[in-house]
């Protein structure tokens, strides 16, 4: 089959395939309705089969418009990491870097961000958030240069890195009379009510995984898709929960709810930055992974030493005399 369609043409079906609108396309590459509607049409003769179907207003890419989008994708990415590699051979660090992360991330990715911005300003961020759902379907379209989640799929095939531990913590109102018991079953937990992530999600994957390893069952009262509105809850006395310890208090004392000392718990769980097998990333992405994986080192240690640093024996008071220090 001999195709004939221009580079600017993909780049103009690209931004039909993300905005969902031939004026909104058309805007995008600064040119008149009636030419990019003239345009999609020579492009959908070359191929040969609809590309997309307007319905209410709105653009459906067909079968065949998806594999053009994903097809124009590659080479438009392509393209432009060819830009940045010639840019780097003189001597220059600019563009754009596109990551999508889950959002429990969001605690610390825009830090490291910052930090790599601060080293390399000439660099444009794009940063998506989205649940787990939403990241996996952008890394099985390829359209971004790095993901970062704590669960990756399995049915793709993957180039996974892990960079960060991800320890999920049990969580109960201060008040709570569990608070300040230690070595607490989860049988214990039975006449607890839970207020858990919403299905899908990477947290709630991997404390589904341990229930079931424990045969627990826990009684659910509420599902959530926000770590925030899950710590108001729990600090509402409304039950009890499981969350990423980076969507808590740095400082765990000052927090609105109190970490239940649970066997088995923090569950290990690590954050990986995952991106398909065999794709060539731009040297902006591979600068930026080893960022990532630099500054996770340095965030590590001075936690552990923290964690060092405030540990302290539990002791038991005895009637009539000063605990032993």
Known sequence: M???????????????????????????????????????RDIAESVGLPLYDVISRRVHLTEAGRELARTARTIAG????????????????????????????????????GSFCAAHPEIDISLEVLNRDGVVQRLRDNLDDLYIMSMPPTDS????????????MMIAPRSHPLA???????????AERFILRERGSGTRMAVDAHFRKSRFSPSLRLELGSNEAIKQAVAGGLG???????????????????????EGFPLASQWHVVYPKGKQLSPIARVFNAHLQEQSQRWSGKAEKRRQKTARPITTARRGRAPQT
């Open 78 to 113: 392509e393209w432009e990491r060819f830009g940045q590699t010639i840019d780097a051979m003189k001597g220059l660090t600019r563009g754009r870097l596109r990551v999508a992360v889950v959002s429990t991330a969001k605690y610390f990715v825009p830090r490291l961000l």
């Open 180 to 190: 300040k018991r230690r070595n607490i079953s989860l049988q214990q937990l039975s």
């Open 240 to 262: 009890i929960a499981v969350l990423s310890r980076h969507a808590l208090n740095d400082r765990l004392d000052d927090d609105v709810v109190a970490v239940l000392d649970i």
């Open 157 to 168: 095939a993957l180039e996974d890195q892990v960079f960060m531990p991800n320890p999920l």
């Open 2 to 40: 001999d195709m004939m369609i221009s580079f600017r043409q993909l780049r103009l079906f690209l931004a039909l395939a993300d905005t969902g609108s031939v004026s909104a396309a058309a805007r995008s590459l600064h040119v008149t309705q009636p030419t990019a509607s003239m345009q999609l």
